[in-house]
């Protein structure tokens, strides 16, 4: 049995003696003495200096300072690293989306025109032939939307298939 864990009667008094290993020496010190500059781990103030120079292996270990500003030191060159290699990536996105929008750009370029090629869309999503927007094909006839240049006043802009050709009335509408 540790001779902590054996029961004092009475307390010693402050003034009384008790024998200790204290600074590797075996010897005597008043009771008093034996805490006085310790501090309590329920908490307590120092007045002094307090000293660690061992590297902590658990979360609550106390550190040194030179030991807190090694690792702050590691945490922003790691963080500078992750910044440098972020706005790297995004210079290597902004390029390859530059190259494909590029290449793209290409490839619709000599698709035009030719047949089997790429055709051209309106606004409306309409095919646009020859400039004009293709609506559709109805009963088997194209059917077509353009402005007309018309001068007669009976019918204006009406256009109709006669079985055989395509005729353009000239005059207003009614």
């Given at each position: 049995m540790p001779l902590s864990a054996l029961p004092v009667q009475p307390q010693p008094a402050p003034a009384d003696l008790v024998f200790g290993i204290f600074n590797g020496q075996g010897q005597f010190v008043p009771q008093?003495?034996?805490?006085?500059?310790?501090?309590?781990?329920?908490?307590?103030?120092?007045?002094g200096l307090l000293s660690c120079a061992l590297v902590p292996?658990?979360?609550?270990?106390?550190?040194?300072?030179?030991?807190?500003?090694?690792?702050s030191g590691q945490v922003n060159s790691t963080v500078s690293t992750l910044v440098t290699q972020a706005q790297d990536a995004a210079t290597q996105a902004q390029t390859a989306f530059s190259q494909a929008a590029g290449a793209a750009t290409a490839v619709i370029a000599e698709q035009k025109g030719i047949p089997?090629?790429?055709?051209?869309?309106?606004?409306?999503g309409h095919l646009v032939l020859g400039g004009l927007d293709c609506l559709?094909?109805?009963?088997?006839?194209?059917?077509?939307?353009?402005?007309?240049?018309?001068?007669?006043?009976?019918?204006?802009?009406?256009?109709?298939n006669n079985g055989g050709y395509l005729c353009i009335s000239q005059g207003t509408s009614s």
């Open positions: 008093s003495a034996i805490w006085a500059g310790a501090v309590s781990k329920t908490g307590d103030s120092l007045s292996t658990d979360a609550a270990h106390l550190v040194n300072k030179a030991y807190v500003d090694a690792q089997n090629g790429l055709a051209t869309l309106s606004a409306d559709g094909v109805q009963n088997g006839h194209v059917l077509m939307a353009m402005d007309l240049p018309t001068t007669d006043p009976e019918m204006r802009g009406v256009w109709w």
